[in-house]
């Protein structure tokens, strides 16, 4: 005779083996939506129109799909405006764009997230704001703002660009007391595009200064339209304060200040020029070189020996190792799906590398976080950003290291120009998450003469230094002095015995002879909001 289960027990069994079966069903067959807005313009004029950017976005996104296909269904919606032509047009929308999408097109039954490589921190400032007031996860790919130090500001905000502000912050806070450079003079150009990353640099630059003790800091702006006697009114300015400039400019600015430098005298190794080269991109930076093929080659050839370069270590930039992410198929990608022609032929790979980091990142976040946390954390773009910092990402080109604010950690390099190799020759290397800075050579400095130059020169930025004027006198005014007394010493003499004979009667028995009469004594001038100095 059979055992006859209990109805109860039968029930509570069956009851466990639908919900058991219906959810393992929903979970092989329907997957978890996940819908990234990726803003932008469509108009090809740099290396960071989505055009450009999407067809390395879509392949990520296709690398994703197949790697979480059991646990995720990620899509890419692109968010542009025809009458948006520019990043300057799309930052100034960017707001707009991003609501529009969030609150009309947009499924509400997916979940949200903001990749975009991102155009000027203009931009992404303004998408920050509101991906902080709606708690979504944001990812910029190349584009940056110091404002996402600020993590009451930017708690959802995530970067994987090649051009981290912390980097820099940290590298100018180290290099410039290690060379014990106590006044810099900071030149900025004022650009506008793909520029603007020479203004952000040169302020991340001016807060690292700025927080150093005992420092002083000349900041100049000029705007991209100068001319040589702009340049030689900076460094008019700039002889007399210091000997250790800062410039943040594209190539051929750097080169025509050079120049203008030789024909100064201001490049004879007594002064330092430092700039930055975000990475190789002539059409985005120019070319940083001397040879121009112009009459002024020679002079450009002799000033860039004054030149020292800050560039980030390179990342691996070789595409033919990731499968699906080669030359041939993002040109066909290119060409096929956003009617653009892509040449990859002296383009910035970094533009292309970078965007298809953060999508992959967006896929490690939501896996880690959805195996841990459960289905309810991917809609906490907070929590998502804390788990992207302080971090290190296995990725398709290597280690992806995150920083404590949540940017891409950028190792930097200082080089100076190797007059012998004609190249820029790495001598520093600065590893950003420890703090340390590596000395990998010695630097050969204009006419040999010593690194590092003295932050000031022995007889002053002026040559006008007391300390000077005492050091080159010392022979001459001892001669001087013996000769002034031996001839005032018979003079003194023959005063004193004149004395004794009451020469001068009773005009020296006054003791008050001396005291200037009232109306001779000038009144004192009163100068009032001005510091005088004599």
């Not at 002064?271 to 991109?281: D, R």
Request: include cysteine; charge should be neutral; hydrophobic fraction near 40%.
């Amino acid at each position: 005779m059979g055992i006859t289960p209990r109805p109860t027990i039968v029930l509570k069994y069956c009851l466990f083996m639908r919900v058991f079966f219906t959810h393992g069903a929903q979970v092989v067959s329907q997957p978890i939506n996940v819908e990234i807005a990726s803003i932008g313009h469509i108009y090809p004029d740099n290396s960071v129109c989505l055009p450009y950017v999407g067809p390395a976005q879509d392949i990520a996104l296709e690398a994703i799909n197949e790697q979480y296909e059991h646990l995720f269904n990620f899509s890419i919606t692109y968010i542009f405006d025809r009458k948006l032509k520019s990043c300057v047009d799309v930052a100034d929308n960017a707001a707009d764009l991003v609501s529009r999408w969030y609150y009309k097109k947009r499924s509400v039954n997916s979940i949200p997230a903001l990749v975009f490589p991102s155009c000027t921190d203009t931009e992404t400032y303004a998408v920050n704001q509101l991906a902080a007031s709606h708690n979504l996860l944001m990812i910029t790919g190349v584009a940056t703002h110091y404002v996402l130090m600020n993590k009451t500001q930017s708690p959802t905000f995530l970067t994987v660009g090649h051009s981290s502000s912390s980097s820099y912050l940290q590298f100018y806070s180290a290099v410039i007391p290690l060379f014990n450079w106590r006044s810099v003079f900071i030149l900025a150009v004022q650009y506008t595009g793909a520029g603007l990353s020479y203004v952000n640099i040169a302020r991340t630059a001016v807060r690292a200064i700025s927080s150093l003790p005992n420092q002083m800091l000349t900041v100049k702006f000029i705007s991209e339209v100068f001319t040589a006697t702009t340049l030689q009114q900076v460094l008019e300015q700039f002889r007399s304060i210091s000997r250790v400039m800062l410039c943040f400019g594209r190539a051929e600015v750097v080169r025509a200040l050079l120049i203008e430098a030789y024909r100064l005298n201001m490049t004879d190794g007594e002064y330092v020029y430092v700039t930055v080269e975000s990475f190789v991109s002539p059409s985005l930076f120019g070319r940083l070189d001397w040879n121009y093929g112009d009459e002024d080659d020679q002079i450009a050839k002799r000033a860039f020996q004054s030149l020292l370069v800050v560039r980030p270590v390179d990342f691996n930039d070789t595409l033919t190792e990731v499968r699906g992410f080669t030359t041939a198929e993002l040109s066909r990608r290119a060409r096929s799906e956003y009617n653009f022609s892509l040449t990859l032929t002296g383009q910035p790979l970094v533009n292309l590398i970078s965007p298809f980091l953060a999508i992959n990142l967006l896929g490690q976040l939501l896996n880690a976080s959805h195996s841990r946390y459960g289905l309810p954390s991917l809609y906490n773009g907070t929590h998502l950003a804390q788990m992207g910092c302080n971090h290190t990402f296995t990725t398709a080109f290597g280690p992806l290291n995150m920083d404590a604010f949540g940017q891409r950690i950028i190792n930097l390099w200082l080089s100076f120009y190797d007059r012998e190799r004609g190249t820029f020759k790495p001598f520093l290397l600065m590893h950003v998450k420890s703090n340390l800075i590596v000395n990998l050579s010695s630097v050969t400095w204009v006419d040999n003469r010593p690194w590092p130059p003295s932050n000031e020169p022995q007889c002053g930025y002026t040559g006008r230094s007391g300390r000077c004027e005492a050091a080159n006198s010392g022979p001459a005014s001892s001669i001087a002095l013996i000769v002034i007394c031996a001839a005032l010493g018979p003079a003194c003499v023959i005063v004193a015995l004149l004395r004794c004979y009451g020469y001068f009667g009773n005009t020296l028995t006054d003791q008050t002879w001396w005291l200037m009469e009232n109306h001779i004594i000038p009144r004192a001038s009163h100068f009032q909001g001005q510091n005088i100095i004599w």
